[in-house]
């Protein structure tokens, strides 16, 4: 079999690493790769941004069998409904399915939909009207980028003159620009966080191991969140929380994005926590953690 990894950084390395340990991998290649990887794979120079039919003319000329995509952009812009339409096989969702993680109120309105437990939150494009509503809202408050901004959209705020900045910087001075456009201002949670992920064909879902993420760039949980500062997995998940996510998160998933008809090929990464009120998400991923 021969496999193209598309994406450059350490997600796609680990990808290739283990996809190279595999007895039916013949060939793996990556795009664009970077040095590490060149080591298990050939890299091959990125094709332009957005030109999902140029990846998947150099699928075809390399023989591809499946394509593997890392990162979220590709998917958010579409990679795999051209690359299928092309007669390819991808691992990752459509266009449609990875708003899940590319807007965030889409996502949290799916959940609203389906029974998914989450924290309470409202959407805003206008500035007065979202700093009007933190004035009735307790602290602590979470502010969110409606859009990718690379894992950095998203302020904890423990006091009003902290929310307001944060409102401001996403609504006015347009720090995320187009990501930026729309937020959501949610209740903060209380309880230990945690990572779940698990591979899905649209049919079936088979969860992986839970994983602990630590965003915040400073030792202590502190500062501003980052992509990813490292991870722990396995991360303890106690077993009554375990049944309630299968229960109310996991099954609810499978069934929401079946009756909305989405295409669903690939991984979902659910970002928990484990609140005295039982396990809610904080958000959905469409793709491996980085």
């Keep these: 079999m021969n496999i193209l990894v598309i994406g450059g950084g350490g997600r796609e390395h680990a990808l290739v690493w283990k996809l190279k340990q595999s007895p039916q991998a013949e060939k793996i290649y990556c795009v664009p790769g970077n040095g590490g990887i060149s080591q298990d794979a050939e890299c091959l120079p ?7 039919k140029s990846y998947a003319a150099l699928a075809k000329s390399r023989k591809i069998d499946l394509v593997v995509v890392g990162p979220e952009a590709p998917l ?18 459509s266009k449609e399915a990875a708003r899940l993680e590319g807007s965030k109120i889409y996502s ?20 007065a009207a979202a700093l009007a509503h933190l004035d009735k809202k ?8 409606d859009g990718l901004a690379a894992g950095k959209g998203v302020s904890v705020c423990f006091t009003k003159e902290e929310a307001r900045e944060a409102v401001e910087n996403m609504l006015v001075k347009k720090a995320f620009g187009s990501a930026g456009e729309r937020i959501l201002i949610e209740d903060a949670l209380e309880g230990s966080e945690v ?15 839970t994983a602990r993420d630590y965003k915040r760039v400073f030792d202590g949980n502190k500062g501003p969140n980052t992509g990813g500062m490292g991870a722990v997995s396995p991360s ?17 998933f499978l069934k ?33 953690g980085d």
Aim: proline share 8%; glycine share 10%.
């Design 46 to 52: 990125a094709c332009a941004e957005g030109d999902w």
């Design 76 to 93: 958010a812009g579409g990679i795999a409904d051209v690359l299928r339409a092309e007669g390819l096989k991808v691992f990752g969702p």
């Design 108 to 127: 949290k309105n799916f959940m609203r939909k389906h029974g998914i437990p989450t924290a309470d939150f409202e959407a805003f494009d206008d500035p």
């Design 138 to 145: 307790p602290l602590p408050i979470v502010i969110k980028a």
């Design 195 to 209: 990572s779940l992920m698990a591979l899905t064909d649209g049919k079936t879902l088979k969860p992986l191991l």
């Design 236 to 252: 303890q998940v106690p077993g009554d929380a375990s049944a309630k996510i299968e229960r109310e998160i996991t099954s609810r």
């Design 256 to 288: 929401g994005i079946q009756q909305e008809d989405l295409d669903f090929r690939g991984l979902i990464y659910i970002g928990l926590m484990l609140t005295p009120h039982g396990p809610k998400v904080l958000e959905f991923n469409v793709r491996f």
